[in-house]
């Protein structure tokens, strides 16, 4: 279970700049593997810190996977309640950050619903559809990279295939936001030729 006092944690608004440690950095991973292991053996206040470490990066991800706010702060929490669940599942010999991520993309999504007077910035709402539309192995895997900036090593170690299969599949969902962004624009530039064909008529 979330520690109390953590819900004013989550980034604010539209705020998805990853404000977490560098999960690259070999010394934050090792840190992170000790605080892990001192939870496993009971220590409640190490489960607060990975928390305070890696609840903006997991809240950008599910943010991604979640565009209503309130649905992605409920998704980020069921990660740390499995996190809390699950660690006696963890292995000291491999980087927390990758065990994390991949218990964050296996957590499932809730029940979509309506949150009365909830409203994102229409320009982030069109970029969150953008990455929903991707199909679902490319969409984790650009998640990963582009938000959570993981490697693409522990990319293909989270999603359990190999680097050359990660990189092809971001290059695919690359191309496919770009088509899309392409195709919005054409059609958005035609709509407006129309409107102002029809206000001269």
């Known amino acids: 279970m979330l520690p109390a006092g953590r819900l004013h944690d989550f980034p604010n608004g539209n705020d998805f700049a990853p404000n977490y440690l560098d999960m690259n950095d070999s010394n934050s991973r090792a840190s992170d593997n000790a605080l892990m292991v001192r939870y496993q053996r009971g220590d409640l206040g190490a489960y ?5 470490r890696h609840l903006p990066g997991v809240y950008t991800v599910a943010h991604y996977i979640e565009a209503d706010p309130n649905l992605a702060r409920d998704l980020t929490l069921r990660v740390f309640a499995e996190l809390a669940r699950r660690a006696g599942e963890f292995r000291d010999q491999s980087p927390f950050s ?15 619903r309506a949150t009365p007077g909830q409203s994102l910035e229409r320009q982030h709402q069109e970029a969150l559809a953008i990455v929903a539309a991707l199909p679902d192995s490319q969409r984790t895997v650009f998640l990963l990279k582009q938000v959570a900036s993981l490697q693409f090593a522990q990319i293909a170690d989270i999603i359990g295939t190999d680097i050359e299969e990660v990189k092809e599949r971001m290059r695919k969902a690359l191309l496919g936001i770009q ?4 195709e919005r624009r054409s059609s958005g530039e035609g709509s407006k030729r129309i409107s102002e064909h029809q206000s001269q008529g």
């Open 179 to 182: 088509k899309v962004v392409q």
């Open 98 to 112: 990758t065990w994390l991520y991949r218990l964050a993309m296996s957590t499932p999504a809730g029940p979509s």
């Open 48 to 52: 607060e810190e990975l928390v305070q």
